[in-house]
């Protein structure tokens, strides 16, 4: 029985799920399963965008005659010949005979060396720009070679604006049910499942990516449509920002991933204190046994992670099996800019840091600390201090020479700042959080600006009427939040569009880090958080002004600040118009539109609670 997802009137999603298959390509496991996308686009010519894996092809085929109907198939695109999605090729020529095969001079070479039938005769070449006019959509041809294979193409309808990415903007995990990525926890449930499917199909090619990236930031894109997982049509920058720092091979995170290869546990152990000295000063740690993970789950955090640990005991006068293999692959997909550090164990005769040390120093801006451990069978007392230095060491080369402080760290030990935080600062959106004895609050503000440089001041400006103010004049204490361009718009939601006084905006909210001065900070869709102390409350009627002194702050990812102009352009909800022949308010806000001649006086925004004030005629 067929299961299809309308995507726009005339487009629907043909696909379909697989949560059997083991392992992807042979070798990247799929836990949470993995979809194949192939889409059907109605209109006066029919066009079928790629096929699907010969594992579900029965259900495709089932989605795609549902779908069309009594419509005939005009043209199948073949954007990637990889065959997750062109299995089921020589299905579709059998059942459309008269179809036309749309696509480039590579691919046409990939068709004749997979498949054994004629078919020059039933294709149409396309190349970069060429354009098929299908009756009221136009697609675009652009090439996107080794994204991930030599023949890749992506295809833009200008027409709706879509986007149809190929391998790009994919993500491991069957749908479950859902089609696009604003019905489920991106973020949380997914996010990592992109970045591994990325690093490790893509992440070689970070190059040929960002020329794709290049290419595609000219178009005006409302919907991305991949290969695998989710449809984008919201928050597209969610996905495209982090594109950007993986082919850039830019870190995600400052933190330190730790990677071992331990037979009997002594070199766990050293990595275990080692990640125990770094939690202390605050830095970030993520673990992985290198014999239990697999090792596409490392190369994606490798990705994610500025710093990088190896320790390996010596096996057969080399690098642990495992650990040799995690390094070859790490080096295959280019990973670069990255700092490491490296621990070795032998009982006899310790080889396995050199060589480590040897397969790195071909990778690409790699710097390589030079204080490596070398453990004799285990760790002992007289080596701590060894560990000790190789933490110094690491934490050295964070921004500013200084680690984030460990949350509710001593005040004595939360007086380091970090310069690049005032980097990140714009005018921008903010999240502005307070704490005022048990009660946690916060508010969007779009007014923090370095005032000076020693000391290293800000002010902020307040609305009075926010719940935060009344609590940073009593408290003379806040930290600000930097918002970056991923922004969800429920955050300002959270945060702006209703009072502290009768709500916990934290509540239900998965932000529970702490700054030293133990005020919440939002440690996501942010790029540096920042505490101050007020030095100087100063009364401008309806707002406050804050001057402060920063005593704590730190960086927390690369991605850019959003800006006001971003934020209204790319996260607001755009306001609907009312319908044909209606007047309306909208709400400035939130883009909420009241729909009538007139607006009751007393009428309050039932999405962002705002008055009369702040709505303006349509
Ligand atoms: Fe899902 Fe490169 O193919």
Known sequence: MHCIKKITNDLTWVGANDRRLAMFEGVYSVPYGVSYNSYLLCDEKNVLFDTVDKAVQQRFIENLTEALGNRKLDYLIVQHM??????????????????????????????????????????QIVTENDTLNTGKHTLHFVMAPMVHWPEVMVTYDSTDKILFSADAFGCFGALNGALFADEVDFDKDYMNEARRYYTNIVGKYGTQAEALLNKASSLKIEMICPLHGFVWRKNLKNIISKYALWSSYEPEEYGVMIAYASVYGNTENATEILASRLRDKGIKTQMFDVSVTPASEIVSAAFRWSHLVFASTTYNAGIFV??????????????????????????????????????????????????????????????????????????????????????????????????????????????????????????????????????LRISIAVNKANFTCDMIIKTGEFNVSVLTESATFDIFERFGFHSGRNTDKFKGCDCNERAANNIRYVPKHTNAMISAKVVQPIDYGTHMLFIAEITQAFVISNEPSVTYQYYFEHIKPKPQAPKEGKKGFVCKICGYVYEGDKLPGDYICPLCKHGVADFEKI
């Open 82 to 123: 990889e065959p997750d999605h062109s299995s089921a090729l020589q299905k579709i020529l059998l059942l459309y005979p008269d179809v036309k095969i749309i696509c480039n001079e590579k691919t046409l070479v990939m068709i004749k060396q997979f498949y054994d039938f004629d078919v020059k005769s039933r294709v």
């Open 322 to 455: 495992t650990m040799e293999a995690l390094i070859f692959d790490l080096a295959a997909h280019n990973i670069q800019k990255r700092t490491v550090a490296i621990i070795e164990n032998g009982s006899w005769a310790a080889t396995s840091g050199s060589l480590i040390r040897e397969q790195l120093s071909k990778c690409r801006e790699i710097k390589i600390l030079e204080n490596m451990i070398s453990i004799e069978s285990s760790i002992k007392t007289t080596q701590l201090s060894e560990i000790d230095s190789m933490a110094a060491a690491i934490i050295a080369t964070f921004p500013g020479s200084a680690a984030p402080i460990k949350k509710n760290s001593a005040p004595a030990a939360s007086n380091i700042v970090q310069q690049e935080t005032m980097f990140k600062l714009s005018y921008g959106l903010f999240v502005l959080t307070a704490r005022d004895g048990d009660k946690d609050n916060g508010c969007i503000i779009n007014t923090v600006t370095q005032i000076t440089a020693s000391p």
